[in-house]
């Protein structure tokens, strides 16, 4: 039985892990920033690369407290 005793892993649904990616950590600093003044999403960034992008939202929504 091939996985037998294996750790089901439940935590995939959470998707991927940008906690090194510096566009995380901006966004991280900036949703801290939005939520301390009240503000939604104060700072529009457009990056040329996606994942850019989904790393600075995960960092935001992160920030934010979401």
Avoid: I, L, T
Avoid at 31 to 58: L, W
């Amino acid at each position: 039985m091939p996985g037998a005793g294996a750790p089901m892993q439940d935590h995939q649904d959470q998707g991927p892990d940008y906690s090194r990616n510096k566009n995380y950590q901006v966004g991280m600093r900036e949703g801290r920033d939005d939520q301390a003044h009240n503000r939604d999403h104060s700072k529009k960034h457009h990056f040329k690369k996606d994942e850019d992008q989904k790393a600075y939202e995960a960092g935001h929504q992160k920030g934010r407290g979401n």
